[in-house]
Structure formats: C-alpha cells, structure tokens
C-alpha cells in the first residue's frame, strides 16, 4: 500500500503492520477481523442487481440470493467493476489480465504491463523483482510526469523501478499503441513509429478502470465528469445523491481513496440515523 496505518486503520493503533505501511494482505486481515470482531452482519458473494422505488415508499434492494427493503440505500460499490481496455486485436486471449494479482506464476516468464500509473508500474516492480522477464509499456508523458498530484508514480515505487532498469532486469518501452497481442508475442508500436515484436506469456493491462453506474442511472441519480472520470452528483456535505435516500461513499466519488471511504460513512451514516427517526416520529 501507498498509505500508512494511521490512514487506513479501522481504530487508532489497531494496524500494526511489520514494514512502515501495510501490505495488501495485512491490511485486509485488519478489515476481516474488524468485521470478525464487532460480529458485523456483512452477506459476501451477494450481489446487488437491481435497486428500486423511492424514498416514500421505500426502496426494494434485489440480489441474487434475496430482496431486502430499505428506506435509505448507500452504494459504496467501488471503481473497479469495468477494467479499462486497450481494444487491441488479442485482448480476448486468456494470458491477458486486467488485474494484477501476485507475480509467483510468472518467474522466468517473458510478461508485458501496459500502463502508466502506480497499478502498472507496481506490478512491473514486482514482477521484475520475482524473475519475470519483464518489459513495461508506457506513453512517455506518464513516464516524465513526477508531479504526485496529477497522478505521477510515487516515489518509493519510481526508484526501485529505476533500479531494476539500472540492473538490466526491466525494460522500458515508451509506446505509441498495441498493434496485436497472439499467442506466443505482442507487437508494439514505440513512440518514434518502429515495430517491435517481443515474445510474451503474460500481458497486464493496468490503464484503470470505471464505476459500474448502471443501477445509479436507473434510480435517476445523475452523473457528472469529475476530475478523473464520470462520478454520480451528490451534496458535498450529506452524499445523499438527488434521488432523496440514495447516499453514495468511497472510490467512484470525488472521496477516493481509503481514508475518505472510512471517514465519510463515519460522519453520515449517523446523519442517515438521524433523518430515519425524524421521519418514524413524524
Ligand atoms: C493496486 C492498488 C493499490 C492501492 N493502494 C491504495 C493505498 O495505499 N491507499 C489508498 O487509500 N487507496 C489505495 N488504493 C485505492 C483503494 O483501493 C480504494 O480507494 C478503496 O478500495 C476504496 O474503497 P471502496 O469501499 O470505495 O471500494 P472498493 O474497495 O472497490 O469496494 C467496493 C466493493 O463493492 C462491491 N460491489 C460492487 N458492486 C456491487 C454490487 N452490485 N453488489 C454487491 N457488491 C458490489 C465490490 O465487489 C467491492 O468489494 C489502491 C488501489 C489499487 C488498485
């Protein structure tokens, strides 16, 4: 993680990772035992697939398991559902991912990572550390923007990044486009027009990705671009969206990140409580 456990910890001091900022798994450790702990009733493999009604007769929440009433709804389903795509021809090949999960399959392996931001260039750093033979494409603009807040790498991924360079063990491409993946190769086109063919197992596309809205739009929420991609429009103050009881959190909001995904809910779900009470005793 880029965080440190004061920003993404359920209760100060509660995270305790081994390193100065938590891994992945132990930060996820801290959220399932979290949920362990305070006994909270969390369904997981149960997806939402349709949210319905208004705020006066309340709202019918299907699943593909149940359907639930609730007189106020909070989506807080994330930015990851709708990975963004190169539309190259060879995208629909099995050894091309849009996620990155670990490098362990992939040692001595030739793999590509196509993208710019610190997903991709994560993902190279550790599938270069771990014995992959790794190449890197990325628009040259992303490799030279060091500015942290329009997105550049953060540092503490660019210099062991460089210094796999250093070694020979990771190659850069600054690139145009990806004419084609096929089985065994990807052909790139670099920035300055040559074709390069390179042989490849893996290829990881990690050029972000985009909130799935759908179900949003249908209740009538509208949407706006905000600065990295469309977000739905809601008060700053009460995230309550113009459909009256659909409240919306986290990582498809202009509140990215886990510190606000954590704080937000905090400061409305008490506001949510509030505004329940006042309607029962009207
Ligand atoms: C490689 C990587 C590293 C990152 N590092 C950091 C970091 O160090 N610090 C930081 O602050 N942020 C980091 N982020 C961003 C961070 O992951 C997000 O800010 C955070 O996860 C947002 O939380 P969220 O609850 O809004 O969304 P998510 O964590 O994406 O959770 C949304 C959940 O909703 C579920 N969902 C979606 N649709 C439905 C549906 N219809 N029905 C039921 N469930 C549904 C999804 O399955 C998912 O479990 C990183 C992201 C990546 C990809």
């Known amino acids: 993680m880029f965080s440190t456990p004061n920003e993404v910890e359920m209760h100060e001091g509660t995270l305790k990772p081994v390193r100065e900022k938590p891994t992945r798994e132990e930060l996820l450790s801290h959220y399932i035992h979290f949920v362990l702990d305070h006994d909270l009733r969390v369904n997981t493999a149960e ?22 009433r609730a007189s106020r709804v909070l989506f807080a389903i994330g930015a990851m559902a ?3 795509r190169l539309n190259a021809p060879g995208e629909e090949f099995a050894k091309v ?6 490098p362990y399959p992939y040692v001595r392996k030739d793999a590509l990572v196509v993208g710019g931001g610190n997903s991709a260039a994560e993902a190279a750093l550790f599938l270069s550390e771990e ?14 923007n060091r500015d942290p807040k329009a997105g550049a790498m953060k540092h503490w991924v660019r210099n062991p990044l460089e210094q796999e360079i250093a070694a020979g063990r990771l190659r850069v491409v600054l690139y145009k486009e990806i004419d084609e993946i096929t089985e065994h190769e990807v052909t ?5 027009g040559e074709s390069l063919t390179i042989p490849n197992h893996v290829v990881f596309v ?17 949407t706006e671009q905000g600065k990295l991609t469309e977000v739905p429009v809601y008060d700053p103050e009460t995230f309550e969206t113009n459909v009256r009881g659909i409240y919306v959190v986290g990582h498809f909001t ?3 990140h886990i510190k606000p995904a954590i704080d937000v809910p905090r400061r409305i779900v008490p506001l949510i409580a509030k505004s329940l009470r006042a309607a029962v005793s009207r």
């Open 47 to 68: 997806e939402v697939v349709d949210v319905a009604g208004n705020d006066n007769d309340g709202f019918i929440v299907r699943t593909d398991r149940d359907q639930y």
């Open 82 to 84: 709708k990975p963004r």
């Open 97 to 102: 991912h849009h996620h990155f999960v670990e």
């Open 131 to 144: 014995g992959a033979r790794t190449t890197m494409a990325i628009w040259r603009e992303d490799w030279e």
């Open 188 to 192: 790139i086109k670099t920035e300055t």
């Open 206 to 222: 990690l050029v972000g990705s985009d909130a799935d809205l759908t179900l949003l739009k249908k209740l009538g929420v509208k």
């Open 254 to 256: 202009n509140a990215r």
